[in-house]
T-cell receptor
Framework: GENVGLHLPTLSVQEGDNSIINCAYS??????FIWYKQESGKGPQFIID?????DKRQGQRVTVLLNKTVKHLSLQIAATQPGDSAVYFC????????????FGTGTKLQVIP | KAGVTQTPRYLIKTRGQQVTLSCSPI?????VSWYQQTPGQGLQFLFE???????NKGNFPGRFSGRQFSNSRSEMNVSTLELGDSALYLC?????????????FGPGTRLTVL
């Protein structure tokens, strides 16, 4: 079946540096991708999304890149802060109806002060 | 606007019992999805309800069921609990639009089966 996976289970970065979290997906029919952040004791929180007709989207300090050729998704966090420490999930979905979001296993981001 | 709320936040049950979890979506949201989160399996989709109808279902046994009420509030039921059902159960609501399916998650219900 389809699966969404992450290359790095744990990522440690120095405060102020940029972070890059990667994700691979296998369902070529997916056309909507989301990044979530989950802090300890809380539910996932939407960070940024991107549709398959785009290859880059920027938010506040975050950028998502989509490479459909190799089915790869990445999340870039600029000037990483201690508050960015969390588990990050990528997820894929097909828009237009069913909400069957498939999540990756997650990457833990540790920010070193 | 209030976020997604889930009750109870914590629950302890024993094997063989059944449990009902509740989710209140964001006002105006008609789609409610349920997920199970465990350290070993990550986030797994259980099912999604829209306008009181189950629209999609994940790969979970029939012991897992749900329903949605006319006010979009949803309940999830697990019967004959097993130790492996211990997990964080998350509910997410969304506006179902043509272009954007952003989901908003609740804080979850932590279920422990002894």
């Amino acid at each position: 079946g389809e699966n969404v996976g992450l290359h790095l289970p744990t990522l440690s970065v120095q405060e102020g540096d940029n972070s890059i979290i990667n994700c691979a997906y296998s369902n070529s029919a997916s056309d909507y991708f989301i990044w979530y952040k989950q802090e300890s004791g809380k539910g996932p929180q939407f960070i940024i999304d991107i549709r398959s007709n785009m290859d880059k989207r920027q938010g506040q300090r975050v950028t998502v890149l989509l490479n459909k050729t190799v089915k790869h998704l990445s999340l870039q966090i600029a000037a990483t802060q201690p508050g960015d420490s969390a588990v990050y999930f990528c997820a894929e979905n097909k828009s237009g109806g069913y909400q069957k979001v498939t999540f990756g296993t997650g990457t833990k981001l540790q920010v070193i002060p | 606007k209030a976020g997604v709320t889930q009750t109870p936040r914590y629950l302890i049950k024993t094997r063989g019992q059944q449990v009902t979890l509740s989710c209140s979506p964001i006002s105006g949201h008609r789609s409610v999805s349920w997920y199970q989160q465990t350290p070993g399996q990550g986030l797994q989709f259980l099912f999604e309800y829209f306008s009181e109808t189950q629209r999609n279902k994940g790969n979970f046994p029939g012991r897992f069921s749900g329903r949605q009420f006319s006010n979009s509030r949803s309940e999830m039921n697990v019967s004959t609990l097993e130790l492996g059902d211990s997990a964080l159960y998350l509910c997410a609501s969304s506006l179902v639009g043509a272009l954007k399916n952003e989901q908003f998650f609740g804080p979850g219900t932590r279920l422990t089966v002894l």
